[in-house]
C-alpha cells in the first residue's frame, strides 16, 4: 500500500493530475546507468511519455507527446524532465529534474501517418555531468539491419489490465529490427511504415511482451546506440501490431540544427498535415 502512494505522489495526483496508464509488460528490471540516456517525461495532456538525452541541455522525443488533444503545441512549463534515476519512487540521491523552455517540433510531422514524428525539449538549465546515471546518447549513423538484437527500456505495469499497479522500476524488453516489408504486411499497419520509420519486436500471431500507452518518445538503442524513437504500435503486446519507431539516423542534421536555435515555435502551433 505504501508503494502505491508514494507513486501517486510522484505524479502529482494531490494537483489534480492524473495517474499514469500502463506503460510496459514483460521484460527485465534495469540497473542504475543501464540506460544513462533514457528519461521520463511527466505531461497532464498525456499522462506520460519517455524520451532521450541528446545533449546537456536537449531531449529528443515523439512530436505527440509535445501536442495536446486538439493537436496544438502545448505551453513546455506543462513538461517536467526526470533523469538519472530508475525508479520513479521513492526518488533517488542520483535524480535530477528539470522543466523545459522550448519545444521544437519538425516541421513535416504528420498527424495521420505519424511520419517526422520528432520533437527535441530545450531544457531550463543543462544536466549535471558527468554522472554515473545520466548520459545523453549515441546516436546511429549507419543503416540498421534487420535481426540485429536491440533493447527498449521504459516504466510500465506487469500487464495490460486496467487495474494493473505501475512498477516503479524501469525495465527493458529485448526487440530485433523486423524486415520493413514484413512490418507492412503485419494487420494492424497495412503499409504504414515507411522510409523514415523502423520496426522492431513482436511480429507473432500471437501476443507477447511489448510496450503500453505512455511510452510514446522512448528510445530503441541497438548495441548502446539510439536507433529509433518509439510512434506507434503501442499496443501491450497485441497480436501483428509491432512497434514502429521513427529511424533517428534518417534526422541527425535537422536534430544538431535545433541545438542553435534561438527562435521558438509560437504558441498553439500545428502540424501542417491537418
Not at 521544437?104 to 505519424?114: A, D, G, L, Y
Not at 558527468?130 to 546516436?139: G, Q
Not at 527498449?152 to 522500476?169: D, E, K, M, R, T
Not at 509491432?242 to 521558438?264: H, K
Given at each position: ?41 511527466n ?34 512549463y ?25 519545444i ?114 522512448t ?14 504500435g ?6 501483428n ?9 534518417n ?24
Amino acid at each position: 500500500m505504501r508503494l502505491i502512494l508514494a507513486v501517486l505522489a510522484v505524479f502529482g495526483l494531490a494537483s489534480g493530475e492524473l495517474v499514469p496508464d500502463a506503460r510496459l509488460i514483460g521484460g527485465t528490471n534495469a540497473v542504475w546507468g543501464q540506460f544513462p540516456a533514457t528519461v521520463s517525461i511527466n505531461t497532464p495532456f498525456h499522462l506520460h511519455c519517455g524520451g532521450v538525452i541528446l545533449h546537456p541541455s536537449h531531449v529528443l522525443t515523439s512530436a505527440q507527446c509535445v501536442l495536446n488533444n486538439q493537436n496544438r503545441l502545448i505551453d513546455p512549463y506543462w513538461l517536467t524532465i526526470v533523469a538519472g534515476d530508475v525508479a520513479l519512487a521513492p526518488v533517488g540521491a542520483r535524480r535530477q529534474t528539470r522543466r523545459v523552455s522550448q519545444i521544437f517540433v519538425h516541421p513535416e510531422f504528420n498527424v495521420f501517418t505519424r511520419e517526422h514524428d520528432l520533437a527535441v525539449l530545450r531544457l531550463d538549465r543543462p544536466f549535471e555531468t558527468p554522472s554515473n546515471t545520466l548520459n545523453w546518447a549515441r546516436r546511429r549513423t549507419r543503416v540498421t539491419p534487420p535481426g540485429e538484437q536491440c533493447q527498449f527500456a521504459g516504466w510500465g505495469a506487469a500487464s495490460n489490465a486496467a487495474n494493473a499497479p505501475v512498477n516503479v522500476l524501469q525495465r527493458f524488453l529485448p526487440m530485433n529490427i523486423n524486415d520493413r516489408d514484413l512490418c507492412n504486411q503485419a494487420t494492424m499497419h497495412a503499409g504504414r511504415v515507411r522510409d523514415g520509420m523502423i520496426c522492431a519486436g513482436n511480429t507473432a500471431a500471437s501476443n507477447n511482451a511489448a510496450p503500453c500507452n505512455g511510452n510514446l518518445g522512448t528510445g530503441l538503442f541497438c548495441n548502446r546506440e539510439l536507433v529509433g524513437i518509439l510512434s506507434f504500435g503501442v499496443n501491450c503486446g497485441v497480436a501483428n501490431n509491432p512497434p514502429v519507431f521513427t529511424q533517428v539516423r534518417n534526422y541527425n542534421r535537422w536534430i544538431d540544427q535545433q541545438f542553435g536555435r534561438t527562435d521558438g515555435l509560437p504558441p498553439n502551433w500545428t502540424p501542417g498535415h491537418l
